[in-house]
């Protein structure tokens, strides 16, 4: 498995080089600005609840791409407005706010809210009015049943399985794997999936497990359960954490005096985490980071300088790109291909393009023909270092200069 993921990895490279030069080697051309009848897209996103540290970038890379594809064509010479509602980190009221979507406010399309859990819900209501729905955060590829239901982050059909030995592969490397581990996860269903995940194949590879806990979605108190895993005192601590957990996790386990020797935290909101002293060295998951081979990939330096400039001016803390971001950048260049490619606004249409169809995005080319509409997985590994996300592992896609410290 593993060799096929590395050579997939390579074709995948290529690919968006060879991208490149198509896109350099074409032609300029003069495009009419878009007009007429707005297309109009709905959406939400958690702008408020604990998952909302993290949704903010996930805006703000809406409102780059919606500007973006305005500069082009539009959607088929219209342009598009984004109508996005707060589901407050809660899947009920993201299944509420998709229905008055469809059904009070209209709208031609719609995009997918961030987070597993919001994401089943939206998706539920998708397929009732057979809705095409594009979403980057859904971490249960098997829950995603809905024929047009498409991802746009390439995590791959089984990443329970794919991404964990990635990890224990980057473990392996270091001068003194380590022989066992704490696997500390929230109860949100995506970290639970993967937490479940980790485990099993750790074991597998003889890596012990001494403790295993959960611990209940947006919990703020981690005293108790900092003490367990102190007691454990394994030698690496794997935490399935969403948003600002991870930042309370590795507090409390310093008020015990007990630093993990090594640590990998799921989906942190990024900028809190790196900029913490108690980051340094931090792992997580990605898919892309502002650096070679990534920026060389068409029009990714474009749109990285100008979410860099909007997540500066809207004061986040960690304002330079990365999957978050990336994630929900690709749902739009779907949905843009998509529509443009069909020539159509009907959800049945744009989903057999897409089906037929490799789409270029922001993670390279990524196609829709494999189990629950996924295709290769693409997973990497990202390192605080000197307060900065970098890409560590696999080797062939760290940042110049940069490689994965103990």
Do not use: C
């Not at 539009?74 to 059904?103: C, M």
């Not at 089984?158 to 490397?173: F, Q, R, T, W």
């Not at 991870?246 to 935290?265: C, D, V």
């Amino acid at each position: 498995m593993r060799e096929r993921m590395g050579s997939w990895r390579r074709r995948h490279v290529l690919a968006g080089l060879m991208g490149t030069t198509a896109v350099l080697a074409a032609p300029a051309i003069v495009r009419a600005a878009p007009s007429g009848k707005p297309v109009r897209v709905g959406g939400t996103l958690s702008l408020t609840g604990f998952l909302a540290q993290t949704a903010v970038i996930h805006k703000i890379a809406s409102e780059i791409m919606v500007e973006e594809i305005n500069s082009r064509d539009g959607f088929l010479g219209r342009p598009v407005e984004y109508v996005l509602l707060d589901d407050q980190s809660k899947p009920d009221v993201a299944r509420s706010l998709y229905e008055k979507l469809i059904t009070v406010d209209k709208v031609d399309l719609i995009q997918g809210p961030y987070a597993t859990a919001p994401i089943l819900a939206a998706m539920g209501v998708a397929q009732r009015y057979g809705k095409v729905i594009i979403q980057s955060s859904m971490g249960i590829p098997k829950l995603q049943t809905y024929d047009m239901a498409f991802p746009a982050t390439p995590f791959g059909p089984e990443p329970d399985k794919s991404y964990p030995n990635v990890i224990l592969d980057a473990m392996a490397s270091l001068p003194m794997p380590p022989k066992s581990m704490v696997v500390l996860t929230s109860k949100f269903p995506s970290a639970q999936f993967m937490a479940h995940g980790m485990k099993t194949e750790a074991e597998k590879r003889g890596v012990k497990v001494p403790l295993y806990l959960e611990y209940e979605a947006g919990n703020r108190d981690f005293g108790a359960i900092a003490a367990r895993v102190k007691e454990a005192n394994a030698d690496f601590l794997w935490v399935g954490s969403l948003g600002l957990e991870s930042n309370q996790i590795l507090e409390a386990l310093k008020k015990l005096e007990y630093t993990p020797k090594g640590s990998f935290h799921l989906y942190p909101a990024p900028g809190p985490l790196a900029l913490s002293p108690d980051g340094n060295l931090a792992w997580s998951s990605t898919f892309l980071e502002p650096d070679e081979p990534f920026m060389s990939r068409p029009g990714v330096a474009k749109i990285a300088a100008a979410y860099k400039e909007r997540a500066t001016k809207a004061n986040l803390p960690y304002p330079l790109i990365d999957a978050q971001a990336a994630g929900m950048v690709s749902e739009w260049q779907i949905l843009e291909q998509g529509v443009n490619g069909a020539k159509s606004l009907e959800d049945k249409q744009i989903a057999a393009f897409l089906k037929k169809n490799v789409v270029n995005t922001i993670y390279g080319p990524l196609k829709f023909d494999g189990l629950y509409n996924h295709g290769a997985p693409a997973q990497l590994i990202r390192q605080v270092q000197n307060k900065e996300w970098k890409v560590v592992w696999p080797k062939e896609f760290a940042a110049p200069g940069v490689k994965l410290l103990p």
